[in-house]
């Protein structure tokens, strides 16, 4: 298993790389329900979850942590990927080998270790329980109930935990670049009284994100961006460069 390797130093270095990178190959991010994020009690650990159909999620995740959350970021990643991309591992985060269970078992357990470590700030963990990347357009969903079972054990050691759905989902709006968009419903308390079941806990997990992904499917038919932060405008496509050039040396006659 690889756990976290976290660097300051990295973290500050990766916060400016990544809204390049952002800048370059999106025309906007977009959040909705980002109201949703602010006043939540931050002695309480959050664990958030969503589709995992691109491989920007582990980009995004710690762009709206800085943004939102100011929390120490924990994201849990498929081992293979993560021996190709050992750099997340400075950001937060650690592996996971679900084909092998004594594997997984103990980065279930490591998950609730970092989730309930002591610390300045609190503790959030972003998970895409689909396990790999799947087209957004699949459904079902089939989450694993690694997540489930992760606040399960959280609250054998802790009254409460967050739980927050959103979904993500890449749009084109008539430019040449596609815009990003992430939203989030808001986090629900659980605790040890909700009496959890990880199949049903998981099923109505699963059903929160397929409902978030068809009304963001819908925004996108409609292009509706009424109530979308805008996070990250990107740098000019080739479209609104022509534009502007033909504005300037070529204006249309009154």
């Known amino acids: 298993m690889l756990k976290v390797d976290r ?9 400016h790389y990544s809204r390049r990178e952002f800048k370059k190959h999106f025309d906007k991010v977009r959040v909705f329900g980002s109201a949703n994020l ?27 942590n800085e943004a939102y959350l100011n929390q120490n970021l924990f994201i849990i990643i498929e081992y293979k990927q993560l021996v190709r991309y050992q750099f997340f591992r400075k950001l937060g985060a650690f592996s996971i080998v679900r084909e092998n269970p004594r594997e997984a078992i103990e980065t279930l357990n490591y998950a609730v270790e970092c989730l309930l470590s002591p610390s300045a700030k ?24 690694g997540t489930a079972k992760i606040a399960e054990k ?8 967050y739980l927050t759905p959103f979904a ?4 084109y709006l008539g430019e040449q670049k596609p815009e990003l968009w992430l939203s989030f ?22 059903s929160e994100v397929t409902s978030e992904l068809d009304l963001l499917k819908e925004r996108g ?12 405008e990107g740098s000019a496509s080739i479209n609104k460069k022509w534009d502007l050039f033909r504005e300037k040396f070529f204006p249309k006659r009154k």
């Not at 419903?185 to 699963?206: D, F, G, Q, W, Y």
Request: charged fraction near 20%.
């Open 122 to 145: 609190p503790n959030g963990l972003w998970i895409f329980p689909q396990g790999t990347i799947e087209s957004v357009e699949k459904r079902p969903l089939n989450f694993f109930n």
């Open 221 to 232: 038919i409609a292009k509706d961006v009424r109530g979308g932060e805008i996070l990250v």
């Open 154 to 161: 959280i609250l054998q050691k802790k009254h409460s935990v």
């Open 185 to 206: 419903r808001a986090p629900k308390i659980l605790t040890p009284e909700s009496s959890i079941n990880p199949k049903v806990l998981t099923e109505e997990m699963e």
């Open 168 to 171: 993500t989902r890449i749009e």
């Open 7 to 15: 660097s300051a130093l990295y973290t500050f270095w990766f916060r």
């Open 38 to 64: 602010q006043n939540v009690n931050r002695e309480i650990p959050m664990i958030l979850y969503s589709n995992h159909s691109y491989w920007w999620d582990g980009f995004w995740s710690q762009l709206c």
